[in-house]
T-cell receptor, first 112, second 112 residues
Framework: NAGVTQTPKFQVLKTGQSMTLQCAQD?????MYWYRQDPGMGLRLIYY???????DKGEVPNGYNVSRLNKREFSLRLESAAPSQTSVYFC???????????FGDGTRLSIL | AQSVTQLDSQVPVFEEAPVELRCNYS??????LFWYVQYPNQGLQLLLK??????LVESINGFEAEFNKSQTSFHLRKPSVHISDTAEYFC??????????FGAGTTVTVRA
């Protein structure tokens, strides 16, 4: 079972470049999430989508946009990358909000 | 908003010794509680959860956690660790909505 698939796994960008991180789940889950993980800070929610057709801001949305393309896919876009956005990004999904979340393996993003 | 405090950032432990990872949260309403484990270069995996019912919950690989409402704690324990338990462990809390608040994580290093 693939579960939650994130692409790419690694990426290096220059300041000001744009980038879209892709996420797809094959578990027929309704809710999807984007987090960033930084050392000593745990995971922080960037955006989430409670169901297809809806998206809402999380704790740290500035500098990001999202698209819930369909029930399976939820993408995260950096319009103008900044060094402060260097992080590991995780996509997650759950059957419904408040159910246990399933995570992808992450995208390691470096902004120079 | 709730917050989650993991009281130890690093826990070194010898193989076959017991381990306890401490987690406290701040919330005055009902919560859902989770422990996730993250192995190197992987995403988070659900270890165990408390949604309702018995305050003692167990995982399939020997971990257990006890929900203590009066102390607002959800400590994780294992009576005898293995080398393979070396990982980072995250406590997470959800309060009647989609949002998971994560602690900063505890790195467990098991030595022979």
């Amino acid at each position: 079972n693939a579960g939650v698939t994130q692409t790419p796994k690694f990426q290096v960008l220059k300041t000001g470049q744009s980038m879209t991180l892709q996420c797809a789940q094959d578990m027929n889950h309704n809710s999807m999430y984007w987090y960033r993980q930084d050392p000593g800070m745990g995971l922080r929610l960037i955006y989430y989508s409670a169901s297809e057709g809806t998206t809402d801001k999380g704790e740290v949305p500035n500098g990001y946009n999202v698209s819930r393309l369909n029930k399976r896919e939820f993408s995260l876009r950096l319009e103008s990358a900044a060094p402060s956005q260097t992080s590991v990004y995780f996509c997650a999904s759950s059957r419904y909000s408040n159910q246990p979340q399933h995570f992808g393996d992450g995208t390691r993003l470096s902004i120079l | 908003a709730q917050s989650v405090t993991q009281l130890d950032s690093q826990v070194p432990v010898f193989e076959e010794a017991p381990v306890e990872l401490r987690c406290n949260y701040s919330s005055s309403v009902s919560v859902y509680l989770f422990w996730y484990v993250q192995y190197p270069n992987q995403g988070l995996q659900l270890l165990l959860k408390y949604l309702s019912g018995s305050t003692l919950v167990e995982s399939i690989n020997g971990f257990e956690a006890e929900f203590n409402k009066s102390q607002t704690s959800f400590h994780l324990r294992k009576p005898s660790v293995h080398i393979s338990d070396t990982a980072e462990y995250f406590c997470a809390v959800s309060v009647n909505d989609y949002k998971l608040s994560f602690g900063a994580g505890t790195t467990v290093t098991v030595r022979a």
